[in-house]
């Protein structure tokens, strides 16, 4: 079992950058793929940024790519989301999520989600 809890977001200005972070339960963090998901009110949650099993390959959504990056720290049991040019459409309610199983860059192999932490870019 595996419980998420994200910190990081805010208030910033287009063009601006946040770094998300999310603490993560247990001893077996270096054993699940994480991935960040972004949902806006009405609309679907989608995946961001993953990063795999190993740690050695990681998924860009390409609305991102070249602005955000994911890193994780195993000793620390905390994933991260850099997030660099900031832009309005990135507004969003960001989710951590895990997966024990699966393909690391699709939503259904995901099997453990946090919170939350709001990311607001005002233009």
């Known amino acids: 079992q595996v419980q998420l809890v994200e910190s990081g977001g805010g208030l910033v200005q287009a063009g601006g950058s946040l770094r998300l972070s999310c603490a993560a339960s247990g001893r077996t963090f270096s054993n699940y793929a994480m991935g960040w998901f972004r949902q806006a009110p009405g609309k679907e949650r989608d995946i961001v940024v993953a990063?795999?099993?190993?740690?050695?390959?990681?998924y860009y959504a390409d609305s991102v790519k070249g602005r955000f990056t994911i890193s994780k720290d195993n000793a620390k049991n905390t994933v991260y989301l850099q997030m660099n040019m900031l832009q309005p459409e990135d507004t969003a309610m960001y989710y951590c999520a895990a997966a024990r199983t699966g393909t690391y860059y699709v939503r259904d192999s995901y099997d453990y989600w946090g919170q939350g932490t709001q990311v607001t870019v005002s233009s």
């Open positions: 990063i795999s099993y190993s740690g050695r390959s990681t």
